[in-house]
């Protein structure tokens, strides 16, 4: 029996992973949860699954929640507290084997780093923690001998490719792209495009930040970071190819040509299955692939003109330790002011590109510590702002 704590367990991933819990309950056990605000959502999991304990971000999140769980009849009261420190608390239980980050945002950075302390074994969705801290992270968990599976479905794929494998055999690892729902579009229509254009995402069901992401190609940039720090691989033997069809997960390239690929569904339940299941391999609720049924399978390199933003991750990792924390921050400072009509689509890149210039005239110091990263992290927000308004 593998016991759980889901951290974002009402988000898009944690809702899959559920899914998978609910599909093996002789193997996945739910001991704690975790959610941001979303008290409605969280009262129904705690009604099918008797968590032991949960965590919300506020007090007033858990004040909803006890009001929804009387609201229902639901008896069981886990033990509920609030704030960074809860999610600290959730993930280093005793009596939990895995934790699954599937928050988004930059939240869960401390528990993560406490749950590898503790020696969990750790299942990541959430890359914004590795595009902000990977080096502390990684080298954390290499520390502890803590394994951390990626649930992220290019390095999940990447994972399987590799298992085996001798990475000194290996020349590049090939990330796909959906290339989003703005694929096809001109630059000049590109300037025009709303949230609820954004937000129509051609082939995956996600989260709005991560969707937007997907538009802008930077998704596939912080995944290229999160590559560069889940596989100890150097950000030139890391490419991306776009793929609209997102049957092919990501590939591997050998040093003699070869390459091994894995494919299938467009269902998030498949590698977070994995991550849970790893090393076995269980049978999965999700219909498999139908090859015949596929239709063609196309590949096409990014157009990183109109999509500037996969540059920038590159230019990230070339640059001072704590810029992908600035591209990251500035990111999440642009997507939101984007998604509230502040800031235009195509506006999202040049505000990242100038946070990222303040930052490398500023003389960047060593990211050694969480206190480095939040630091950086926070002044970036602060700039970023100021260029969003100027910007727009
Ligand atoms: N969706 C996908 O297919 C996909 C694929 C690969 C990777 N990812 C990555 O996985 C992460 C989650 O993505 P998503 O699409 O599932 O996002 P989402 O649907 O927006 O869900 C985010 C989750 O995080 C929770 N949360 C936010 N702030 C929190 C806090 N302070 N404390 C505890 N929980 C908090 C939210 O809670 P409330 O809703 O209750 O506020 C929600 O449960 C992101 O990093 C994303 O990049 C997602």
Request: with cysteine.
């Amino acid at each position: 029996m593998n016991r759980l704590a889901v951290v974002g367990s009402t988000g898009s991933i944690g809702r899959s992973a559920l899914a998978v819990a609910e599909a093996h309950p002789d193997r996945l056990r739910i001991v704690a949860l975790a959610a941001g605000e979303n008290a409605e959502r969280l009262a129904g999991q705690v009604a099918q699954f008797a968590p032991a304990a949960v965590a919300m971000a506020s007090d007033e999140g858990l004040q909803s929640l006890e009001r929804e769980l009387s609201a229902r009849g639901v008896t069981h009261r886990p033990s509920a507290s609030a704030g960074p420190d809860a999610l600290v608390a959730i993930a280093t239980r005793g009596d939990v084997d895995t934790v699954l980050f599937a928050s988004s945002g930059t939240a869960s950075l401390e528990a993560v780093l406490a749950a590898i302390a503790a020696g969990k074994r750790i299942a990541l969705a959430n890359k914004e923690i590795l595009v902000m801290a990977g080096a502390l992270v990684m080298d954390a968990a290499q520390r502890r001998g803590v394994s951390v599976l990626p649930v992220d479905s290019e390095h999940n794929a990447i994972h399987q490719c590799l298992e085996g494998r001798n990475l000194a055999d290996v020349r590049r690892l090939i990330l796909t792209a959906s290339g989003g729902p703005f694929r096809e579009l001109s630059a000049a229509r590109l300037q025009d495009v709303g949230p609820e254009d954004a937000l129509r995402h051609p082939t995956w069901n996600m989260g709005p930040k991560i969707t937007v992401d997907s538009a802008t190609l930077m998704n596939k940039g912080l995944e290229v970071i999160e590559a560069r720090w889940l596989f100890g691989i150097a950000a030139d033997r890391i490419s991306v190819v776009v793929h609209p069809q997102s049957i092919v997960h990501s590939l591997v390239e050998f040093v003699d040509g070869s390459m091994v690929a894995q494919l299938g569904v467009t269902d998030m339940r498949l590698p977070i299955q994995y991550a849970l299941s790893y090393p076995e391999r269980w049978e999965a609720a999700v219909p498999p692939l139908d090859l015949t049924r596929a239709g063609s399978l196309t590949f096409e390199p990014a157009d990183t003109t109109r999509f500037p933003c996969l540059d920038l991750a590159f230019r990230a990792l070339a640059g001072a330790e704590g810029l992908p924390i600035v591209l990251n921050a500035a990111n999440e400072v642009a997507v939101a002011g984007f998604l509230d009509g502040t800031v235009a689509f195509t506006a999202i890149p040049a505000v990242i590109a100038s946070t990222m210039d303040w930052y490398e005239a500023s003389g960047p110091e060593p990211i050694a510590t969480i206190a480095d990263v939040r630091r950086v992290d926070r002044e970036a927000r602060g700039v970023a702002a100021g260029q969003g308004r100027a910007i727009r």
